[in-house]
């Protein structure tokens, strides 16, 4: 992941966010990804619902730190392996990655929400006092069916709020919005957002 660049779709977002912060106009981006291209491509306001890969938690202090270490630790070079039935790379514990904050040296894990674990709380808020006050909501490439992201937009378009949905196909939501731009986001997206129409557009 971190040999990945922003596409087109990412650059046009954080775009936006340098043209309208002059006017004293918010864009936030509300994502479920974890790659961080947003931040790369330059976007500021970010919520990242499910974390980000290049950061660590202390699993006994807490701390929160970035780390684009490739790979994190020595002892997991070469040991990267996505596939569910991969045999344990058996690394020693004392060569796993430890907190740097004074005499704690409890083990790191990457700062995301794994499958099974919640949300935290403070992001998810953060994020629904955002949808709550925004006056229009972009909903770009997810299918809009993992719970709570799915139900955000939603309940936008319910406000009354224009609701425009970037995607290659149709999704279950489709329906609740007022607009829907089929096709590739980073083909779509650069055009709708380009320089001169957001200019007179309500955001
Ligand atoms: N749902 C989660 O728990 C979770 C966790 C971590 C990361 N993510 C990431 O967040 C994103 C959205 O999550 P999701 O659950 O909706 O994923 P998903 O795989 O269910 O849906 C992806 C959606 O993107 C659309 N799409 C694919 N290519 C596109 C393109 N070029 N332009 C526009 N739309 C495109 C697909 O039609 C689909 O509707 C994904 O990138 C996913 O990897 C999701
Ligand atoms: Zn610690």
């Given at each position: 992941?971190?040999?990945?660049y922003?596409?087109?779709a990412?650059?046009a ?7 309208l ?5 918010r864009?936030?981006?509300v994502?479920?990804?974890i790659?961080?291209l ?9 919520i ?5 890969l290049?950061?660590t938690?202390?699993?006994k ?6 780390n684009k ?11 990267g392996?996505p596939?569910p039935g ?10 796993l990655p430890t907190c740097?904050?004074d005499n704690?040296k409890g083990l790191?894990r990457?700062h995301?929400v794994w499958f099974?674990?919640?949300?935290d709380?403070?992001v998810?808020?953060n ?6 006050k925004?006056?229009?909501?972009l ?8 719970y709570?992201a ?5 309940q936008v378009?319910k406000r ?7 995607n290659i196909?149709?999704t279950?939501a489709?329906?609740s ?6 096709g ?5 997206l650069?055009?709708a ?6 200019q007179?557009?309500?955001?």
């Amino acid at each position: 992941m971190a040999s990945k660049y922003p596409n087109p779709a990412h650059t046009a977002i954080a775009d936006l966010e340098k043209r309208l912060k002059p006017q004293g106009r918010r864009v936030v981006v509300v994502t479920q990804n974890i790659d961080g291209l947003h931040k790369a491509a330059g976007s500021e306001n970010i919520i990242e619902l499910h974390g980000n890969l290049f950061v660590t938690r202390c699993t006994k202090c807490g701390d929160v730190c970035q780390n684009k270490d490739s790979p994190i630790c020595p002892a997991l070079a070469g040991k990267g392996e996505p596939n569910p039935g991969a045999v344990d790379a058996k690394v020693p514990i004392e060569q796993l990655p430890t907190c740097k904050q004074d005499n704690c040296k409890g083990l790191l894990r990457p700062h995301v929400v794994w499958f099974g674990e919640n949300l935290d709380t403070k992001v998810l808020k953060n994020a629904e006092e955002e949808l709550s006050k925004c006056d229009l909501c972009l909903v770009v490439g997810t299918s809009s069916v993992v719970y709570p992201a799915a139900m955000f937009a939603p309940q936008v378009a319910k406000r009354g709020v224009p609701v425009a949905e970037f995607n290659i196909e149709e999704t279950p939501a489709t329906s609740s919005f007022g607009f829907m731009f089929k096709g590739p986001a980073g083909e779509n997206l650069p055009i709708a957002l380009a320089d001169g129409h957001s200019q007179q557009a309500t955001v």
